[in-house]
């Protein structure tokens, strides 16, 4: 099954990735943060186990994160937990399994001699995990060292704030926009915001412009 969902592999992880996104447009944002995100965190895991189903080691280290996000999640909803132990766990394991899927979207998305609907999906994935990998290093920063990022405009009974403030805050600086209405205002959280913005800078200019480049080659043959 894994073998036939593999030609799908980008469309799969692309879709789980627009979810996460703006799931929160359709369904009501607590129920949205609380239940439905972490839900479809996993469901990203999965798609990227069939990402790199070819890796068979790989396979083996992404079927433990999934192990492990299963085990926090369900952790989370059955114990009214005051330690944020589990938050951590979760957010370790999305943090590595981003870093690992966003460097393989990036190998077979360079390597790949044909370009077509799919691996455009696979390109659009790579920049979205970009912003996703970005994201998890600004909420580690914020929950290790509170206060990092000035504007974020959340309380303790509303955490999932947060997540969605973090969020948007990674893609507004990937994609070089700052409208600076969340500002770093430490000297790690400012260095992760250059980092971000790298990233985008170099995805760009570098694996969108060789794929578009193999588009024009290919298109000048045919």
Same mark, same amino acid.
């Given at each position: +099954?894994? *073998? ?83 938050? %951590?766990?979760?957010?370790?394991? #999305? #943090? ?16 790949? *001699?044909?370009?077509? *609907? ?60 700052? %409208? ?18 790298? +990233? ?19 298109? *000048?043959?045919?």
């Amino acid at each position: +099954m894994i *073998k036939e969902l593999y030609r799908y592999r980008f469309e799969i992880f692309f879709f789980s990735q627009i979810a996460i996104l703006f799931g929160s447009l359709i369904f009501p944002p607590v129920f949205f943060e609380a239940i439905l995100a972490p839900l479809l965190f996993v469901v990203n895991l999965i798609a990227g186990i069939i990402l790199i189903s070819k890796r068979k080691k790989l396979m083996l280290f992404f079927a433990v994160l999934l192990a492990v996000t299963l085990l926090t999640f369900g952790l989370t909803l059955l114990e009214n937990h005051e330690s944020r132990i589990y938050d %951590y766990l979760q957010m370790i394991s #999305f #943090f590595l399994f981003y870093i690992v899927v966003t460097v393989e979207i990036i190998n077979q998305v360079w390597s790949i *001699k044909k370009v077509n *609907k799919n691996v455009i999906l696979g390109l659009v994935s790579g920049y979205i995990s970009l912003g996703l990998l970005g994201f998890f290093i600004c909420l580690s920063i914020e929950m290790t060292y509170p206060e990092s990022f000035q504007g974020l405009f959340f309380t303790e009974s509303d955490p999932e704030q947060l997540t969605q403030r973090l969020i948007y805050y990674s893609f507004i600086t990937l994609l070089t926009i700052g %409208y600076g209405d969340i500002l770093p205002v430490t000297a790690l959280a400012q260095k992760a915001a250059v980092l971000i913005g790298l +990233m985008g800078q170099f995805y760009l200019v570098i694996i969108t412009a060789a794929v578009v480049g193999k588009y024009i080659n290919q298109f *000048k043959k045919t």
